[in-house]
């Protein structure tokens, strides 16, 4: 029997990551917008982002607390460090311990996971589930949807594209890990 889980995953919160902003052109001074976070099509939550320069995001959305609605509108400070083969990359600051960080994680208020107390899923499962989850990750990469009680790892076909040398060793891999 596994012990309960000691603090909440960042897995089970709504993620603002930087990269994703950047990549898609709101950390420009003067953009105003929507953003949003999808569950199988259907948008579940939204957010209003202000660039009000380069290192400084407004943030706008309603938080919702035991039926209790509380209008939310704070700055968020964006820093950017230099890359080594030329650029910039953007990183938030946390509001909360001024941390550098890509993703914070929403509630009341957006903060990094270290202030939210979060870790991965992966860092709490037990080493029966890790074992599980990496034969899975071996086999999606193997092209097989089944698993080792189905599938024992000496009658799956080599993808194509793979290289002998690379199918082999993923074949020892998961022979290793079924075991």
Not at 24 to 38: E, I, K, Q, R
Not at 64 to 78: F, I, S
Request: hydrophobic share 35%.
């Amino acid at each position: 029997m596994s012990r309960a889980k000691e603090k909440g995953a960042t897995e089970d919160y709504r993620a603002l990551d930087v990269r994703e902003l950047h990549r898609a052109g709101v950390l420009v001074p003067g953009w105003s917008g929507g953003w949003h976070w999808t569950r199988r099509v259907e948008v579940v939550a939204s957010i209003n982002i202000q660039a009000e320069s380069k290192h400084r995001l407004r943030l706008r959305y309603r938080e919702t607390t035991r039926g209790q609605a509380e209008a939310k509108d704070y700055p968020l400070a964006v820093t950017w460090t230099p890359c080594h083969l030329g650029g910039v990359r953007p990183w938030f600051l946390c509001p909360c311990c001024g941390r550098r960080v890509a993703k914070l994680y929403g509630g009341a208020v957006f903060v990094c996971r270290h202030c939210r107390r979060l870790n991965y899923a992966s860092q709490q499962a037990n080493k029966r589930d890790r074992a599980s989850d990496h034969s899975w990750k071996l086999r999606r990469a193997l092209a097989c949807n089944e698993g080792f009680l189905f599938t024992p790892a000496e009658f799956i076909p080599k993808p194509k594209g793979m290289h002998w040398r690379t199918f082999r060793r993923k074949i020892a891999q998961l022979k290793r890990v079924d075991a």
